[in-house]
Structures are given as structure tokens and as C-alpha cells.
């Protein structure tokens, strides 16, 4: 199942990989699941790290790299 995870939920886990949201999302992405973003989401990311957490952007790269992530407009067929 391919799982569309807020970004409020992503924002969170990105800035604490240790807390509550990213431990939901941790459960809620592993195999038969999949995480995507869309390019709105990833848009919206930056927007709002580049506003209110500059000095963090390292961590959301890391958290979208290291988390396997597909981008949405990669996916041909939503079986």
C-alpha cells in the first residue's frame, strides 16, 4: 500500500527521529507499505524549514534520503 503521510507528521519526525510522530511513521511505512511525497509535499517541506527551521535543512534532506521516500510522480501504475 502506498502511504501519503501528512506534512505536518513528516516535519516532525524530520526535526525529532527519536519522538512519537516519527516512531508512527516508522510503523506505518515499513514493507508490504510505501511513503510518497508529492512534489506539493516536498514544496511545502522546504517552505516551511527554509521559514521557521533554517538552520535544519540538513535534516529534512537527511530524513527524506535515509527514509526511502518515493516521489510521487515516479509511481506508473497505483495498484
Known amino acids: 500500500m502506498k502511504i501519503l503521510i501528512d506534512t505536518n507528521i ?3 519526525a524530520a526535526l525529532n527521529p527519536t519522538g512519537t510522530l516519527y516512531k508512527a511513521y ?3 511505512v515499513p514493507y508490504p ?3 510518497i ?3 506539493t509535499n516536498i514544496e511545502e517541506l522546504y517552505r516551511i ?3 521557521k527551521f533554517p538552520n535544519k535543512l540538513q535534516a529534512l534532506a ?3 534520503l535515509g527514509n526511502n521516500l518515493l516521489l510521487m510522480r515516479q509511481l506508473n ?3
Open 37 to 39: 511525497l508529492s512534489e
Open 10 to 12: 513528516l516535519i516532525s
Open 77 to 79: 501504475n497505483w495498484k
Open 33 to 35: 507499505n510505501k511513503g
Open 26 to 28: 516508522i510503523k506505518a
Open 62 to 64: 537527511i530524513f527524506i
Open 49 to 51: 524549514f527554509n521559514r
